[in-house]
């Protein structure tokens, strides 16, 4: 940022032209084992108030892995998510006997980069398109093509 991204106000005071712009997003898998291993609990309200700053984010997303079976506990926990304001992005685990790993880190990649340039601009006041935002990585090249 330089002198010109400014404006200067009587006083002294100085104020930036353009406003702040912010994306939460959120790796849950990570998450979860932090406060396992420091066995405490997180109430994700606070946590998202507490990293906004009382700024308002574009995108705010939660990244996690849901089992291969159904559990109703997952989905409970997943909807609170939700209620904390946040956009869940799941992938299933494949089944127990299927040694395939599986990961959110491309897709947070993705959506960081997309972020980073422009992709969600304005996306929390579009709610007419938020059924187009990218969901594949080949919808995310296209994009930065």
């Not at 299933?92 to 969600?120: C, E, W």
């Amino acid at each position: 940022m330089g002198r010109e991204d400014f404006e200067k106000l009587q006083g002294g005071v100085i104020k930036r032209k353009q406003k702040r712009k912010l994306g939460l997003f959120i790796d849950g898998v990570g998450l979860d084992r932090a406060t396992r291993r420091l066995e405490r609990k997180i109430d994700l309200s606070k946590l998202v108030s507490s990293l906004t700053s009382g700024l308002e984010p574009e995108v705010a997303r939660y990244y996690t892995l849901i089992p291969y079976e159904d559990d109703a506990r997952q989905f409970a926990f997943l909807d609170a998510v939700e209620r904390a304001g946040l956009e869940v992005i799941v992938k299933r685990l494949p089944p127990k006997n299927v040694k395939r790993q599986v990961s959110m880190d491309v897709h947070m990649a993705t959506d960081l980069i997309a972020y980073s340039m422009g992709v969600f601009e304005g996306l929390k006041h579009r709610k007419d398109e938020a059924k187009q935002i990218p969901q594949s990585p080949e919808d995310y090249i296209a994009a930065m093509e």
